[in-house]
């Protein structure tokens, strides 16, 4: 379907295909110009005054008045985004075979996919979800082959791979590879684009950002099969664009909002930076702790996203408020991985996000715009103390005590 440019606001969410189902075409945004043949490639933003449109390695910047049209993947996700959020939570079928068809007329058949397999998580013997999904009827059962195995539902139920012959499907924006219980694969699958959607809402709208568009992997190990060892439960490597969780003890969804939202942010900061821009540590963990707050995970529970972009992550500014000995501004701002290595960083954790919090809405947000340009600088890769302070206009001692006065102050 081709959108007019009447209407701007484009979401993502995710697409989906169980291991075996072929090779998996990822869909491309299409763009009509005035003049000459349309282009295709991957929206990574909508403004007033153009579109952003990457092909390959390249961005193209598109002026409104070039264009016609576009057909955007992402803009039909959103339209459904609030019944699809669902899916993995509702406890019976009505309106889920409307909302499957729904996406195959939109051009989704992997969402498609997603809904079905939620139909026989309720309805393990629905006959529809079953024949959408390519399964084959035998004398007692139905069959499918997933992680390298012929299986029926009664099967699948009960089934852990070993990590070898793990599951492994892809999303609009992962590629995903478990060994948890399927249905608490499909369940995280869906919860990782929600996440990223939900991403844009708050910080992606807030900092203007662009839409990443590398492919990320996603990986969870249900089984003692985690290679981070004991101690960590989880593994962000923004080389290979993967997130690594532990859960063996069981899904926490909160756990993977944590992980999931450094990847994404790192992902989203990169796709408009220069190559040499570094995003600095205190400010991927304020924002990755902002996240879990307006996601409602700021107590580190919770089965369910509960989304309040004006939620605040009260524990953080307890823990910071209760501290005997707090880190001062400059130590904070350069803050490295070491600084988050020992067994409780709760206070690094928190003084992240109280920095983070009081620069975007302390002071009646009169630091807002500081906070813009420090972010500028960020992704022109100047990230240092010094550039945080010049941005602040802080240069000065004085001026980082009276800094520190105000953020402290600001704590609830």
């Known amino acids: 379907m081709l959108r007019t440019f009447s209407c701007l606001f484009i979401l993502c969410l995710c697409s989906f295909a169980p291991s075996g189902s ?22 990574v933003k909508v403004s007033d005054d ?66 079905w397999w939620n139909v026989l998580r309720l309805d393990p013997e629905n006959e529809e979800a079953h024949e959408q999904l390519g399964h084959k009827r035998t004398k007692k059962s139905w069959k499918f082959r997933m992680a390298e195995r012929s299986l029926n539902m009664d099967k699948l139920a009960t089934l852990q791979p070993r990590w070898g012959k793990a599951f492994e499907f892809s999303t609009t924006h992962f590629d995903v590879r478990s060994n948890m219980p399927w249905f608490d694969t499909v369940r995280a699958a869906l919860m990782a684009e929600q996440i990223y959607v939900l991403i844009y809402h708050s910080l992606g709208q807030e900092f203007e950002m662009y839409w990443p568009s590398e492919r990320m992997q996603l990986h969870l190990h249900g089984d003692g099969s985690f290679p981070g ?15 690594t969780i532990d859960a063996e003890e069981g899904f926490r969804p909160w756990f993977l ?34 996240t879990q707050a307006v996601l ?39 803050f490295g991985d070491g600084d988050f290595k020992a067994e409780d960083n709760s206070l690094q954790r928190a003084q992240c996000y109280t920095l983070f919090d009081y620069c975007l809405n302390g002071e009646d947000g009169e630091l807002n715009d500081e906070l813009q340009a420090y ?38």
Request: net charge neutral; with cysteine; glycine share 6%.
């Open 229 to 243: 060892g004991a101690r960590f439960k989880g593994q962000v490597d923004v080389e290979a664009h993967r997130a």
């Open 375 to 412: 972010f500028a600088h960020v992704k022109a890769g100047k990230a240092s103390s010094t550039d945080f302070k010049e941005a602040f206009d802080i240069r000065r001692k004085k001026a980082v005590q009276k800094f520190e006065a105000a953020w402290v102050a600001s704590l609830r």
């Open 22 to 43: 072929g090779d998996l075409e990822f869909p491309e945004d299409r763009v009509v110009m005035q003049k000459g043949k349309p282009l295709v490639g991957r929206i």
């Open 257 to 290: 909002a944590r992980h999931l939202s450094e990847l994404i942010l790192t992902e989203a900061i990169r796709e408009e930076s220069e190559p040499t821009a570094n995003f600095p540590m205190w400010l991927k963990i304020g924002m990755e702790e902002y």
């Open 50 to 115: 153009s579109v952003i449109l990457r092909q390959r390695s390249k961005h193209r910047v598109l002026a409104i008045g070039d264009t016609k049209s576009y057909e955007s993947v992402n803009e039909e996700l959103s339209s459904l985004m609030p019944a699809l959020g669902n899916v993995s939570h509702v406890l019976e079928t009505v309106g889920m075979a409307k909302l499957a068809k729904d996406c195959e007329e939109r051009g989704l058949p992997y969402e498609a996919d997603l809904v």
């Open 296 to 334: 409602g995970f700021e107590e580190n529970d919770g089965d369910v996203i509960k989304f309040n972009p004006d939620n605040r992550h009260v524990l953080n500014h307890r823990t910071h408020r209760s501290a005997k000995k707090p880190f001062g501004l400059t130590r904070v701002l350069n």
